[in-house]
């Protein structure tokens, strides 16, 4: 269950630049829920995902996934608990690495970061049932570099 509430978000606050993104903005969604945000540029809609992820604290309010508080929580620890697809098929994903040393980096997603991410035994066969269950013919392409697939390609590979 995800409960954001009562979150506020200003930017560049006391400037000539001050843009105030989210206001006392509420929203909870349970388990199954299907929700679109929709709305004009500049409405919020990317702060306010942004901030569920982690990228941006709220200046007030909390944000909760499954009944803990996750609000000053950092971005990398939450990312165990969120799936994100960015708009950009550029963002997600390491271009110039191959697609299984994206989906080693992508497997220890919420871990602290470190230089050690050396392959486990059985991580081959694993990402590649993980990726056959796309659909996409990738499976025979683990030792391709990303930036080689398609967006939509790289899109989809970021939901593992």
């Not at 400037?15 to 929709?38: M, P, R, Y």
């Not at 098929?89 to 191959?98: E, I, N, R, S, V």
């Not at 697609?99 to 486990?120: D, M, P, Q, T």
Request: net charge positive; proline share 1%.
């Amino acid at each position: 269950m995800l409960k954001v509430t009562d979150i506020s978000k200003t930017f560049f606050k006391g400037t000539t630049n001050e843009k105030k993104a989210l206001s006392h903005l509420s929203l909870t969604l349970n388990d199954g829920d299907f929700c679109t945000v929709i709305g004009s540029n500049g409405a919020g809609k990317s702060t306010l995902l942004n901030s569920i992820a982690g990228a941006y604290i709220p200046d007030s309010g909390t944000i909760e996934i499954n009944g803990n508080d996750v609000t000053k929580v950092s971005e990398y620890k939450r990312a165990k608990y969120i799936g994100r697809v960015f708009q950009d098929p550029l963002k997600g994903t390491a271009a110039g690495m191959q697609v299984e040393e994206n989906l080693i980096i992508a497997s220890r997603r919420g871990e602290s970061r470190r230089l050690r991410w050396a392959f486990s035994s059985g991580d081959h066969e694993k990402f590649r049932d993980m990726v056959a269950r796309l659909g996409l013919g990738l499976e025979d392409r683990l030792s391709t570099r990303i930036g080689l697939l398609s967006g939509g390609q790289r899109q989809a590979l970021t939901l593992l």
